[in-house]
């Protein structure tokens, strides 16, 4: 399984920014590029980072020590 996460940029339609990322490579999960939207390159890039895990056990089943949440801790949602 491969995660790629791009360079976050600017919006062209307004203030928005937006970080591109791709799984590939894991059964379940579809191979395409997901962009998620903060309001600067740095939330877009945290979110772009913190959304996977939960794509993954979503679509894959994914555990971690046994448990559904691959994030413990409250870390994203």
Do not use: K
């Not at 996460?5 to 062209?12: E, H, M, T």
């Not at 203030?15 to 903060?38: F, K, M, N, Q």
């Amino acid at each position: 399984m491969l995660l790629a996460v791009g360079v976050p940029c600017r919006d062209p339609e307004g203030p928005d920014w937006s970080c591109p990322y791709r799984i590939t490579g894991h059964p379940g999960v579809a191979d395409r590029v997901t962009a998620i939207v903060g309001v600067d390159p740095v939330q877009a890039l945290q979110l772009a980072l913190a959304r996977p895990p939960h794509e993954l056990n979503d679509a894959a089943g994914l555990t971690f020590l046994g448990g559904t949440e691959l994030m413990p801790g409250g870390h994203g949602s």
